[in-house]
């Protein structure tokens, strides 16, 4: 696991330390219900104690660690009904601002945003799926600011970490790239159009497929963990 070493030269070592391991997480490097052993991985990241330890307990904020009795740390695992309901929660939070952002869109917003769809797309190509999840955020972001929609973005900021390991999941389902970028498309067509109902629609469509996508993943999960 040597590339999990820190670069020491950009963030605090503290920031850099809880990009890496929440991006290990994310990704799938650490399995749900694995365990996080501070001492290894002091030893795998190259940093002291204090900070695994700083780290884990952010994590555990955003959802992605939970302690166990006579365990420890460990990956948290995915429990299908708060799957449900944080797809829930962002299909009512992204179709609302979507309608919004397409009455408001600007023509500089939409280039912003095509400008950030064709990265997606140019990801999905490469198979780079971490540009894949830094590039859809960036979307939905730009998506949320246009809309002026910012107590709403702030909220689904504090999801995130587990939106993007659910997003991990889904991206990672064969055909997976060209279905959401034809669900991503229409949505951004229809803000183009300054279409408020159509760009909800599209919105809630998305939401719709990815929920689907996911819960079959967590439950494929289970029945190779079983």
């Known amino acids: 696991m040597s590339d999990l070493k820190i670069d020491r030269t950009a963030k605090t070592l503290r920031e850099l330390t809880l990009d890496k391991l929440r991006g290990a997480i994310v990704q799938g490097y650490f399995k749900p219900g694995a365990r996080l052993v501070e001492r290894t991985l002091c030893d795998e990241l190259g ?23 006579r365990q420890g740390p460990i990956v948290a695992r995915l429990d299908p009904s708060q799957v449900g309901e944080i797809y829930e929660l962002r ?84 055909g997976r790239g060209e ?3 034809r669900e991503m498309n229409a949505l951004l067509d229809a803000i183009e159009r300054h279409d408020g109902e159509t760009a909800a629609a599209a919105s809630c469509a998305h939401i719709k497929r990815t929920s689907e996508l996911a819960l079959r993943a967590l439950a494929e999960q289970e029945a190779r963990a079983s």
């Open 47 to 69: 940093v002291s104690r204090t900070v695994v330890r700083e780290v884990l307990r952010h994590l555990e904020t955003e959802g992605l660690v939970e302690t166990v009795a």
């Open 179 to 181: 279905e959401s970028n």
């Open 91 to 174: 299909s009512l939070l992204e179709a609302n601002a979507a309608r919004a952002c397409a009455e408001r869109a600007t023509p500089d917003l939409v280039l912003r945003l095509r400008d950030v769809r064709r990265k997606i797309e140019a990801a999905f190509a490469e198979g780079d799926m971490r540009d894949v999840l830094i590039h859809t955020e960036a979307f939905y972001d730009a998506m949320f600011e246009g809309a002026d929609k910012l107590v709403s973005l702030s909220v689904v900021k504090s999801l995130n970490a587990r939106i993007n390991r659910l997003r991990a999941l889904t991206i990672a389902t064969p």
